[in-house]
């Protein structure tokens, strides 16, 4: 079985401040890891994904993530937020035979002026 | 298509009434997904298609839920005797394969409301 945790599920940040939202996963086999954004009624966007290769993925919107194996970490991250950011983000792993995603439950990101 | 369309995008229906929402995928995806983002909840797995079988139903709610896929392509989930708790976001999501580093499209989502 796979399963997602994110740390807080509100985070407020000024804009121009670094973003960081945090993920941690469960798997038994070698993780897919995906990052999503949601903005207010629309559906899911892909932000960026790890499959294999380099642990340091970049995603769209100056968006990047960190594999971290011994930590069972994906953190989502930013340099410098911008108001367009505020979003709910949501973290999912899949692998193995589970050919769903699993998602984490979400973090509201709010960007303050 | 361009993405992944879904209709209706917004319905709202009277309780024990039947509902179908449905889903086209990407044009040449084989994969197919269904899941319900309810208020305050995460994203709950609902039902996956590979082709027109599915060989994963372990998250229909209920035997109220079904969920059929023909030709490939369009996807149908009904709901009979709507309840209030089915009240939801219904997301439909495909891939191009059912291999598990492939990027998942969803598409807008269908919001019901069950009166």
């Known amino acids: 079985a796979q399963s997602v945790t994110q740390l807080g599920s509100h985070v407020s940040v000024s804009e121009g401040a670094l973003v960081l939202l945090r993920c941690n996963y469960s798997s038994s086999v070698p993780p897919y890891l995906f990052w999503y954004v949601q903005y207010p009624n629309q559906g899911l966007q892909l932000l960026l994904k790890y499959t294999t290769g380099a642990t340091l993925v970049k995603g769209i919107n100056g968006f990047e993530a960190e594999f971290k194996k011994s930590e069972t970490s994906f953190h989502l991250t930013k340099p410098s937020a911008h108001m367009s950011d505020a979003a709910e983000y949501f973290c999912?792993?899949?692998?193995?035979?589970?050919?769903?995603?699993?998602f984490g439950s979400g973090t509201q990101l709010t960007v303050l002026p | 298509g361009a993405g992944v369309s879904q209709s209706p995008s917004n319905k709202v229906t009277e309780k024990g009434k039947d509902v179908e929402l449905r889903c086209d995928p990407i044009?040449?995806?084989?994969?197919l997904y269904w899941y319900r983002q309810s208020l305050g909840q995460g994203l709950e797995f609902l039902i996956y298609?590979?082709?027109?079988?599915?060989?994963?139903k372990s998250g229909l709610p209920s035997d109220r839920f079904s969920a059929e896929r023909t030709g490939g392509s369009v996807s149908t989930l009904t709901i009979q005797r709507t309840q209030q708790e089915d009240s939801a976001v219904y997301l439909c999501?495909?891939?191009?394969?059912?291999?598990?580093?492939?990027?998942?499209?969803f598409g807008e989502g269908s919001w019901l409301t069950v009166v």
């Open positions: 999501a495909s891939s191009l394969t059912r291999t598990g580093g492939n990027t998942i499209y």
């Open positions: 999912a792993v899949s692998g193995g035979s589970a050919r769903q995603l699993t």
């Open positions: 044009s040449g995806h084989t994969a």
């Open positions: 298609f590979q082709g027109n079988s599915a060989p994963d």
